[in-house]
């Protein structure tokens, strides 16, 4: 168990609609990841927030968006689904000290777009 | 772009060592060698990582060239339990905690009995 927690595990949505992930870091990690893995894809990182504010934007479509909370929990929301937004997401956390530089992966949620 | 190369599977016996090679010819100064796998979908766990120096955890050693140019992953008694797509991944060292990691295709190990 990685200390990272991801919600929903699975979640099976309409073309159009909108989702929300939602993802708890380790105890006292302050960065929190998000990362796209779709088959023809591999993972792909999506953003990266610390302690509440975006850090880091890669391959993030405009239709999805991220938060981190001040409890540190983050949320990722895609919007106006296709079906090609089927894929595991991943959350991953990092945090101080001799952790800072190891991300903790979180178990994913799959999201499937019908 | 990944900026590691490896083989696209390797086939290792049950109890014996599995070695990973990974190839970073482009690496510079500041950037370290990280190792994770993925185990069938699920999230990818960190196996370990160095800068220049051999390093050894309770999961694996890696061997870093003296050029840096390549490492090797080396798992010394595979377990039915390590088959998974293992990565290797080079990562630039900031100073801060603004970073992400790129991840390449992996090599699939497969544990036979």
């Known amino acids: 168990d990685s200390g990272v927690t991801q919600t929903p595990k699975h979640l099976i949505t309409a073309t159009g609609q909108r989702v929300t992930l939602r993802c708890s870091p380790r105890?006292?990690?302050?960065?929190v990841y998000w990362y796209q893995q779709s088959l023809d894809q591999g993972l792909q990182f999506l953003i990266q927030?610390?302690?509440?504010?975006?850090?880091a934007k890669g391959n993030i479509l405009e239709r999805f968006s991220a938060q981190q909370f001040p409890d540190l929990h983050s949320e990722l929301n895609l919007s106006s689904l296709e079906l090609g937004d089927s894929a595991l997401y991943f959350c991953?956390?990092?945090?101080?000290?001799?952790?800072?530089?190891?991300?903790?992966f979180g178990a994913g949620t799959r999201l499937s777009v019908l | 772009d990944a900026k590691t190369t490896q083989p696209t599977s390797m086939d290792c016996a049950e109890g014996r060592a599995a070695n990973l090679p990974c190839n970073h010819s482009?690496?510079?100064?500041?950037?370290?060698v990280y190792w994770y796998r993925q185990i069938h979908s699920q999230g990818p766990q960190y196996i370990i990582h160095g800068l220049k120096n051999n390093e050894t955890n309770e999961m694996a050693s890696l061997i870093i060239t003296e050029d840096r140019k390549s490492s090797t992953l080396i798992l010394p008694h595979a377990t039915l339990r390590d088959t998974a797509v293992y990565y290797c991944i080079v990562r630039e060292l900031n100073g801060g905690s603004n970073y992400k990691l790129t991840f390449g295709k992996g090599t699939l190990l497969t544990v036979n009995p």
């Open positions: 105890s006292g990690d302050l960065s």
């Open positions: 991953a956390s990092s945090g101080a000290g001799a952790r800072k530089n190891i991300q903790y």
């Open positions: 927030y610390y302690n509440g504010e975006e850090r």
């Open positions: 482009t690496i510079s100064g500041n950037e370290y």
